[in-house]
């Protein structure tokens, strides 16, 4: 990894929930921010089709905004109206073509959809998210360069720029942001040393977000981009660029020392389940 393409970015928020997905539909945190959480914070901030971001280090910090100290977080349990129906893209096509037949799914207290479940979450929490700056498949230098994405989420991130409200773990509990050129270890927060056992690594291995993703624009010249005929002849037909890739778990061990967590590929064994692309259940990156 080159030390250039490294970024770094403090994120803090009230509440905080990374659901384990073996707690099936009653939502428990782990005790510390995953890896796709920190990915998903990022790409909140800035993504393009043509880098992707691998998460280094996830660290527990000191901070203090607006009068309040967050760090690692205390454990806090309370109930959520949620729904039990989940919205199909038919449906929605159904309501786009005809609004006046679609039944709304109702919340609330008593209502025919609803049903309250308990939430174990985590309040006052901040970490400084460490990544590297990656080119997908889909770039094509000298147009596309790490430098030019890397001051791009930097800018952004220094204006306090997002293309959506970056959020820990669920939408609701949204996070403030910051950009940090250089950590500073004095403001760890105090966690020498715990082994977190099996941990959520991602919805999508590292290598199939190194394939890159992108809709197909008809109305673009993609002559002009360096676009090879064949690509673009390939995503004319199919409407995108890139490889379709299906959503499956990949987890690895997590393990805390001195308040840092390591997950970048080359120093965690990553398992994924197997799918369509071809490599094994227990595939080591």
Request: hydrophobic fraction near 35%.
């Amino acid at each position: 990894m080159k030390p250039e393409n490294l970024i770094h970015l403090r994120v803090w928020g009230d509440f905080a929930c990374f659901t384990r997905p073996e707690m099936k539909v009653e939502r428990v945190s782990y005790p510390i921010m995953t890896p796709s959480a920190a990915r998903g914070i990022l790409e909140a901030v800035f993504w393009e089709p043509q880098m992707y971001y691998l998460i280094h280090q996830i660290a527990v910090l000191r901070h203090t905004a607006g009068g309040r100290e967050y760090g690692k977080g205390r454990w806090v349990s309370f109930r959520r109206n949620e729904v039990t129906q989940t919205l199909k893209p038919s449906v929605a096509q159904k309501w786009m073509k005809s609004p006046q037949s679609f039944a709304p799914f109702q919340a609330g207290g008593g209502a025919a959809d609803a049903t309250q479940r308990n939430t174990l979450a985590l309040a006052d929490v901040a970490y400084l998210i460490s990544a590297e700056v990656c080119l997908s498949h889909l770039a094509r230098p000298p147009r596309d360069n790490l430098g030019k994405y890397r001051d791009e989420t930097r800018r952004r991130a220094q204006s306090g720029k997002c293309h959506y409200r970056p959020a820990l773990g669920c939408r609701e509990f949204a996070a403030d942001f910051d950009w940090v050129e250089q950590p500073d270890n004095a403001h760890k927060f105090p966690w020498p040393e715990e082994n977190l056992g099996l941990m959520l690594y991602d919805v999508f291995h590292p290598e199939d977000r190194q394939r890159g993703f992108a809709w197909f624009n008809a109305e673009q010249d993609y002559a002009e981009l360096a676009w090879e005929p064949p690509l673009v002849a390939e995503a004319r037909q199919r409407g995108h660029f890139g490889q379709v890739t299906t959503p499956r778990a990949c987890f690895f061990r997590a393990n805390i020392k001195d308040a840092v967590m390591d997950c970048h590929p080359s120093t965690v064994e990553i398992r994924a389940t197997r799918g369509p692309s071809g490599y094994n259940a227990a595939n080591n990156t």
